[in-house]
């Protein structure tokens, strides 16, 4: 799934138990498609970081999403930052893989997944909410912080890492 590239980089574990409706909506992506997200913790020059509210999450993410079938790791990263904040980034050199697994509660199936969270930078202003996003609904906001959140998604598991440097 990942080349040699990722050999040495940070690995965590993680297990996401699914509706059935939910993980259904999941399983063309991580069964016949590319079953890999990448995503960046993106750091203007002033050390902020750009974070995006999106319609699946209660809190803020990282921007990131799907890897597009041939679509290299930094190019998905650095398409989904430009799409989520309207930045264009530099991408550098990965944060962390979470190996995961998602689960259906409804059958108990499953597949193996993989989510890449880059270092990045970018300057400028991030763009309002409603032009960003491949859907009208899919970014509710966009902004930078001084500070990471007490709401971060997946925060237990991630801001050991994108709090570095």
Known sequence: MLDDEFTDVAREEQTLHLSGTAFESFREWGVDGTALTAAARVRDSDGRIALVKNRWADGWVLPGGAVEPGERLRD???????????????????????????????????????????????????ADAESLGVSPDEIRAARWFDALPDNLHDGEVLRPYVTRP
Do not use: K, N
Not at 79 to 106: C, F, H, K, M, N
């Open 76 to 126: 998905a990263a650095r398409r989904e930052i430009r799409e989520e904040t309207g930045l264009r980034a530099t991408i550098r050199d990965p944060l962390v893989v979470l190996e995961q697994t998602y689960r259906s509660s409804a059958t108990g199936d499953s597949f193996r997944a993989a989510y890449v969270v880059f270092a990045a930078t970018a300057d400028g202003p991030i």
